[in-house]
């Protein structure tokens, strides 16, 4: 096995470990266990320390996320549709990767008062994607007909929240120069947006039973009345 087919084994490893049983409880002995490794040693190879293994997981969950909703927002041809898309994107994936999602989650919560956690810098908000930095810099422009909706995620130095806040101001922006939104507080709607699909994670631990599908329509319906242009 290769060495970054090594790390990528390791990194799966300590998502599934600590979606399943806590950041807390997630020692390098359980996550060599569920690797298949012969010895932690094996990790510590591969790893600097805790710290930089789990900014590596971050990193590989903000990737998926961001490169994911890049794809989906970037076919749309005008920037209500993108924002839609943005909405249903984001709400579709925390359904279908529960696993990484709730371990994102478990790294915001219990990761501040730990020494060896990764610092704010590496983007440990709760289901707010990066897609710069983690997909290479392969995040593709979002673009609309005309070609000037919002860029991909971009690793622009921001923590992977403030980019997911600018990727939504930009498509905001867009559509009020074109006239398919009204004018409002850009910064204000981008915030409302993203902490709107933010607190999905922390609903599902209180309520695993939630109807995401139903939280997207209504999320989507809310925003699009609350940016539609007034007739």
Same mark, same amino acid.
């Given at each position: ?13 300590t ?28 990790i510590s ?63 915001f ?22 897609? +710069? &930095? /983690? @997909?290479? *810099?392969?995040? $593709?422009?979002? !673009? =609309? %007909? #005309? +070609? &000037? /909706? @919002?860029d *991909?995620?971009? $690793?622009?130095? !921001? =923590? %992977? #929240? +403030?980019? /997911? ?67």
């Amino acid at each position: 096995m290769t060495e970054q087919a090594r790390r990528t084994q390791i990194i799966a490893a300590t998502i599934e470990t600590i979606a399943e049983l806590g950041y807390r409880r997630a020692s390098f002995a359980e996550i060599a266990r569920r690797a298949g490794l012969s010895s932690t040693g094996m990790i510590s190879y591969h790893f600097a320390g805790k710290a930089e293994l789990m900014t590596e997981v971050l990193t590989e969950i903000h990737g998926g996320v961001g490169a994911y909703l890049t794809e989906r927002v970037a076919a749309q041809p005008d920037p209500p549709r993108m924002l839609r898309a943005y909405i249903e994107g984001m709400v579709e994936y925390l359904d279908r990767n529960r696993a990484p999602m709730r371990a994102l989650l478990e790294i915001f919560l219990n990761a501040a008062g730990d020494a060896t956690a990764p610092t704010p810098e590496s983007g440990g908000a709760p289901s707010t994607p990066d897609s +710069g &930095q /983690a @997909a290479d *810099g392969q995040g $593709a422009a979002a !673009q =609309g %007909a #005309d +070609g &000037q /909706a @919002a860029d *991909g995620y971009a $690793a622009d130095g !921001q =923590g %992977a #929240d +403030g980019r /997911a806040i600018g990727f939504l101001e930009r498509i905001l922006t867009e559509g009020q120069r074109r006239g398919d939104f009204r004018d409002f507080d850009v910064r204000v709607m981008a915030m409302a947006v993203q902490r709107s699909v933010d607190m999905l994670p922390f609903a599902l631990v209180t309520d695993p039973g939630l109807d995401l599908a139903r939280c997207a329509r209504e999320l989507t319906v809310l925003f699009d009345l609350g940016t539609r242009r007034e007739p």
